[in-house]
């Protein structure tokens, strides 16, 4: 048996827990239930005992359990729905076709290595090529499945989409894919997972986009479930102590405590989780929302560019999509994956063919392309070596490839099918603290919870923030993008703005106080000729002083006038 290490011990205990901890809320939720219905209403309420110097309350009895399982029902629902959600859509990226390489060339390497040890000769047997449907055959199927609603690797296609300093979208070493936008490693799940809240063993797993509104409603619900439950049995605790005197009921001091503490701790997670839907951040993202810097590759349509370019200005570092395959390599290896000649069958084998045969001529040791050091993107226009049109790892044309049904040996110095088209992005920076997709209170909320109340109370529809249809961008930007536009000289793209315009020229800028001095001194030139025509003309000079003239006159006029109208009323 082989011997875990410590890491994934923990990781493995703390998914077992997070499928036993739910077992036991509903354990406790029932026992509860019990004391509440058999202890409280009908062995108190309903029927008092002999020692109880209360009367029947039935209408007392009534009320609490109907109020009670009421509450109870929609909690119950609520959770069904979040434990539902949380084990069969979680939110997970899809990994890698790299990742199944590493596993399967790590698989064979133990499989010799058990092989030359003699023990479990059985297992040597068709490991590099074991048929059957085995987990993990399952989950790479899944992974296959979800790659074909979501493609990590085509974030370029986006618009606006969120990078490092260089322009490259942060790449998981464990999942051998890009992160996308507000995209997180789980390290219980060991997967990259779709703005991820946190791990909690109380509702199954991960908190995800996908869940994160079902679970702000059962937090909430299940608060006023246990506010209800704590105070029904807390006053009718103190009433029965009054009137026994020196009443301790075990069922009943157990259910006080169990409501006291879940609705403490349910209400905390609820108004933490409203404050983050309200604020468009997560619970990761809060450790860092006050200081936190974003870096954002904003698309330049063509015309924008060519408008960009021929202002001469040189100060937005830019940055072009697709990337050449080697440097897609290069961070494949950066990263511990084996990119060698001996892996190429491998690469082609599992759908990298757009970028199998130029992987044959490139050297890494030889390659000055890098995807971490800040020089690998030149603040200066972008030329041909980066504007490639070969499409990376796990682009569209290796899926079709995939899909057409052409054996492997057969494909393997085939070039892309599908050129596309390069899109260059220039890279923002916003300032520390600023949310980029903070679109205001209200529309966080709705964001997150629905756009209707019956949406916000039942888990009714999933989030709408799940859906990443937008070309723009994968979720919603606010008017920080904008303003990041603006401050870059660039305005009107992405964002659902309509206008592409740029203000092209950085030297304008610079030059914005001599512009505005010749335009003054423009002004001042054309009104000094425009009085001197005016003074040469005989036919104008006299007019101004007739208007002069007359003006005075009807002033003095109605002077006059008035001085009348103010005698006769003295003389009345």
């Not at 239930?33 to 110097?53: F, K, M």
């Not at 539902?84 to 990994?95: I, W």
């Not at 029965?240 to 069922?251: A, T, Y």
Request: aromatic share 10%; glycine share 8%; charged share 25%.
């Amino acid at each position: 048996m082989k011997s875990m290490r410590p890491g994934e011990a923990n990781k493995r205990g703390n998914v077992v827990t997070a499928r036993i901890v739910p077992l036991l809320l509903l354990g406790i939720i029932g026992y509860s239930s019990w004391v509440v219905t058999d202890r409280v209403c009908l062995n108190y309420l309903i029927n008092p005992p002999a020692s109880s110097s209360s009367h029947r309350n039935t209408g007392a009895a009534v009320a609490v359990l109907v109020i009670f399982y009421l509450l109870l029902l929609i909690t119950l629902a609520c959770f069904g729905r979040l434990i539902g959600t949380v084990l069969t859509r979680p939110g997970l990226v899809p990994r890698g076709e790299q990742y199944w390489i590493e596993k399967e060339r790590k698989h064979r390497d133990e499989s010799r290595r058990t092989s030359a040890s003699g023990k479990e000769e059985a297992l040597t047997d068709g490991e590099g090529e074991s048929s059957g449907f085995t987990p993990g055959k399952y989950r790479r199927k899944q992974d296959q499945e979800a790659q074909g609603r979501f493609h990590a690797e085509e974030f370029w296609r986006k618009d606006v989409f969120v990078c490092g300093w260089d322009g490259r979208p942060p790449f998981c070493s464990t999942c051998y894919n890009y992160k996308p936008d507000r995209a997180h490693h789980c390290r219980e799940l060991g997967r990259c997972v779709f703005k991820m809240d946190h791990f909690c063993p109380w509702v199954g797993g991960i908190i995800s986009e996908t869940s994160f509104k079902f679970f702000i409603q059962f937090t909430g619900w299940a608060a006023l479930f246990c506010l209800h439950t704590l105070v029904v049995m807390a006053y009718y605790f103190a009433r029965r102590r009054g009137e026994e005197g020196h009443f301790l009921n075990v069922h009943w001091l157990l259910t006080l405590i169990f409501a006291g503490l879940f609705f403490i701790f349910s209400a905390g997670m609820c108004g933490s989780s409203l404050q983050f839907a309200v604020l468009n951040s997560t619970t990761i993202e809060n450790f860092t929302r006050k200081t936190k810097i974003w870096y954002l590759a904003v698309y330049l349509p063509p015309r924008v560019l060519e408008r960009y370019h021929a202002s001469g200005r040189s100060d937005l570092r830019l940055i072009s999509y697709p990337r050449p395959p080697e440097e897609q390599f290069e961070i494949l290896q950066r990263h511990g994956a084996t990119v060698s000649n001996d892996s190429d069958e491998t690469f082609t084998r599992q759908g990298y063919d757009g970028v199998a045969s130029p992987q044959r001529t490139y050297h890494p040791g030889v390659s000055a392309l890098s995807a971490t050091s800040p020089s690998a993107v030149s603040p200066t226009p972008v030329g041909n070596a980066t504007t490639t049109t070969t499409s990376p790892p796990n682009s569209s044309s290796s899926r079709q490839n995939r899909n057409s049904g052409i054996p492997s040996h057969q494909r393997t110095n085939m070039p892309s099918s599908n050129p596309s088209s390069p899109r260059t992005f220039a890279i923002l920076e916003s300032p520390p603290g600023a949310n980029p997709f903070d679109i205001g209170p209200a529309d966080n909320f709705q964001e997150v919870m629905g756009y209707t109340l019956l949406e916000w109370l039942l888990p009714l529809k999933p989030s709408p923030l799940v859906d990443h249809s937008d070309p723009r961008s994968m979720y919603k930007l606010g008017p920080e993008v904008r303003r990041m536009k603006s401050k870059a000289g660039i305005l009107g793209i992405g964002g659902g703005d309509e206008d592409e315009d740029v203000i092209a020229n950085a030297n304008d800028r610079d030059r914005t106080g001599e512009r505005q001095g010749e335009v003054t001194r423009e002004k001042r030139s054309r009104t000094q000729s425009h009085s001197r025509c005016r003074s040469r003309s005989p036919s104008t000079r006299p007019r101004p002083r007739r208007r002069e003239s007359e003006s005075r006159s009807g002033d003095e006029e109605m002077t006059a006038i008035g001085r009348r109208k103010k005698k006769r009323k003295r003389q009345k």
